[in-house]
């Protein structure tokens, strides 16, 4: 059975390779840096006395409905036919820390799931923002205790600024757009990685 496995692996690797689009990641536009840990990545940009940094996690952010409602919709027809293109879209936290003051305004950001792919709506946003508080500037944990705004219940002059605030930083569409493209790329990486590793346990006696 393992060496079975261990075959099929190898052949899906080899799959895998051949539709890469990226042999390395491909970069922001707008002077960000890059830095990865596994899963998680973190983009920094500094601007004007401030810095802005965006974090976000590749896991769990391939939105799995896309083959299901495939099928549904083409009547049973064979999903190896034609593979859904695979897109990852994160959610990703932008924290804008000043550098006078202690406290780092965090906006929690997604992507909505039926915005992907809309193109219909006049230059309506790909990504929205969720939440938004004042954490403490250089500690790991958030405290619970931070008063958080969520975004459902807004004014939307404010939601309005927000976006504005964010895109004058530099998060704006085009960002948004590079972040899938970015984060795609890694979970791509990442997954022939992890089907490497599978291969080399599974050989492992």
């Known amino acids: 059975g393992d060496k079975a496995f261990a075959e099929f692996l190898t052949d899906e690797i080899k799959e895998e ?3 890469q689009k990226h042999k390395s990641l491909p970069k922001m536009s707008g002077g960000w840096e890059l830095e990865v840990h596994g899963t998680e990545a973190k983009l920094l ?13 590749i896991n769990n ?3 799995p409905s896309v083959e299901e409602e495939e099928e549904e919709t083409q009547g049973q027809q064979k999903p190896d036919e034609q593979e859904p293109d695979i897109t990852s ?3 990703f936290v932008v924290e804008v820390i000043k550098d006078d003051t202690k406290q780092t305004l965090v906006l929690d950001c997604h ?3 039926d915005e992907v792919g809309q193109e219909g709506e006049d230059e309506s946003d790909i990504f929205t923002i969720r939440e938004v508080s004042f954490q403490p500037t250089g500690e790991s944990d958030w405290k619970e205790t931070n008063y958080t705004l969520n975004t459902d219940s807004l004014d939307w002059a404010l939601y309005d600024h927000l976006m504005d605030f964010l ?3 530099g998060v704006d569409n085009t960002f948004a757009d590079e972040l899938i493209e970015l984060s795609t790329a890694l979970e791509h990486q990442e997954y022939i990685k992890f089907l490497e590793d599978l291969k080399s346990f599974v050989k492992c006696q």
């Open 167 to 169: 895109a004058d930083r």
């Open 111 to 113: 992507y909505p799931e």
């Open 89 to 91: 879209t994160p959610n």
């Open 17 to 19: 390779r051949k539709i």
């Open 45 to 57: 940009r500094r601007v004007a006395g401030e810095k802005i940094t965006v974090t976000f996690n």
């Open 61 to 63: 952010s391939v939105p």
